[in-house]
Structure formats: C-alpha cells, structure tokens
C-alpha cells in the first residue's frame, strides 16, 4: 500500500488564505485554517448505460466515477471553495481513474492506494427514460477498509469545515472507527463538522443505522437529511419543521430537511425558514442531494445568511438533475443565475 497525499495549496489561486470574503460566519470563531473543507469517504467506479432500457440488453456502458462526498467536494469546488478529499482506492485501473478525475477537477487527494483490495464499483441501470436503478459492488472494496490510520490528522485540524455522511460508517467497523476518529480531531481543532445522513438500505438496517446517525447527529455542528432519513434517526413526526427541531435537540445549532420537489426546510439557532425548489425537468436525479448540500454549505463558508444559503442549495441541487451522472452537472458560481434566465442562448 502507498499513500498519494498532494501537497498544501495555500495562497494558490482558488486556494484562499484567510481574508475577509472566507471570514467565519456570525458566532464561529476558527483558528488560522488552510483549506476551507475536508470530506472523507469512499469513490467508486461507475458503469451506466446510456438508453433506457434493461442492462442486460445494454450493447455498452459509460465508464465514470461517483461517490456521495466527493460529489460534494467537487460542487464546493466549482462554487469556489478549496476542498480536500480522503479516500482509499485499488491499486488498479479503476483507482487511476478515480484519483485521475477528482485531480481534474482539482481536489486536493490524500488517498491511500490499497494492493489487496479492488476499487468498489457502482452500476445505474437506467431502467425507463424516467427511473433509474443503482447497484453496489462494494463488499470488501478498498474504500470499505479505511481506518483510523488513513486520516491525516493535520489536514482536518488545516481546515474549516469537515464534511461526513452516513455512507462510511455502514461500510464496515474500521470505517467507521475512521470517520468517528476525523470528528473527533475536527471538533477538537474548531473545524465545523457537516453531517449528511444519506442513509443506504443496502448497507445497514435503519435501526442500526438509528444508532449511528443519532452519535454522530451530537457531534455535527450542521446536519442534512431527508424526510425519510430524519424518521429513521429521531422517530416518525407530522412535518418537516417537527423534525428538524428533534434532530435540532441532539445537539447541532443548524439542521437543514431536503425535500426534493417540495424544497427545503431548515432550523438555524432555533429559527425556521422554508426554501421551494427550482422547477426543472429532471434528467437525473441521483447526486441532488450531494449538489444541495454543498450550495448550502459554499454559502455557509461565505457568511451568507441563511437564506442565500437555501436558494443556492435549491439552484445547485436543481442543476445536477439536468445532465446524466452524479457530479458532471454541478454548477459553477457564474452559473448559478441561469435557470432563471429568460433567454437560453449565451452569448
């Protein structure tokens, strides 16, 4: 095994020291920080076919990659955050071709590569123009054998935020043994700690995965979830705004409930506000929720107001939804105005 650790970008371009535009939101004071954030978890190769129809009919697949936090880190970078990435990879070709992407859309990578385990794969079978099944081949992956040891204390403590969700922890003990231990180093340093939940069904029971999420719900300053996935951490309740106050209750001073179609809702130091979605016709919806959450959190890092952070989570979630793939849709910050555009043609 080997480790591909990139070296520290302070002062490049995109890659800000501290200055007034990356300054802490009201109420956080942070230490001098290197990176805005860090996100950890595990990317995989992703096989899709291109028409609709079942996969055993498919004459080929599009060779790409997704990952729930490296889709996130790599809408934060587009939005203009520096963003680092933690991972475990094959050392195959697969592994090559995840390492080679994230560095193309320049991440900073502090991978381990792993000799005796292969890179996980994911295939979307695009069943119907409208539906899309998703498969994981990830038992025994290379991503699912991080521990403790793979994360670079220095990079969590370098930077300002680091973000988890609830993917890693299923994937095995040492996984999560990993992501407790970047928490805990997160929170000691003054680094905000964002929570996804992204509860996979495939990974873990939801009484299992109840369990987890509600240890690491505690020690997350800010928390996303959907419906479904709040229900399974803190009990089934009339309303989003009832959820979003019980999650609030386990200790997080920001939680946000994604709703798709339906918008947002979010509790930020005990006030509600609501968000609606952007009409759109989606393509394909898978890596939303990953483009949701990194929009609110670009906003979080710029000190905007909540509501700004709510628009442009809503805008960045909507435009992964217009393009086939999990990370390729999301938005640049120059783009953001343009589902709003009453003329299509840029000149």
Known sequence: MNRVLDAPRDGEPGWPAESAEHSPPPGIVWPRKVIDVVTIGETMALMRSVAPGPLS?????????????SNVA?????????????????????GDLVLRELRAEDLQLSAVRDGTAPTGLMIKERRTADAVNVMYYRAGSAGSRLSPEDIP?????????????????????????AIHYAVARAREAGTLVSFDLNYRSALWSSAEASIAFQALIAKADVVFAGDDEAAIA???CTGPDTLARRIAGLGPSQVIIKRGAAGATALVDGELFTQ????????????????????????????????????????TGAFACLVPGDWEGMPRRSELAMLEATEQVFR
């Open 276 to 315: 609606p979605a952007v009409p759109i016709r989606p393509v394909d919806t898978v890596g939303a929720g990953d483009a949701f959450v990194a929009g609110y959190l670009a906003e979080l890092l710029r000190a905007e107001p909540v509501a700004q952070r709510l628009v442009t989570a809503v805008r």
């Open 234 to 236: 803190v009990g089934e």
């Open 57 to 69: 009919h498919a004459a080929s697949l599009e060779l790409g990659i997704g990952g729930a936090e």
């Open 153 to 177: 204390t220095d990079l969590i403590i370098g930077a300002k935020l680091l973000h988890v969700t609830g993917i890693t922890p299923a994937l095995s003990a040492s996984a999560a043994d």
């Open 74 to 94: 790599i809408a934060l970078r587009r939005l203009g955050a520096s963003v680092a990435w933690i991972g475990r990879v094959g050392s195959d070709s697969l």
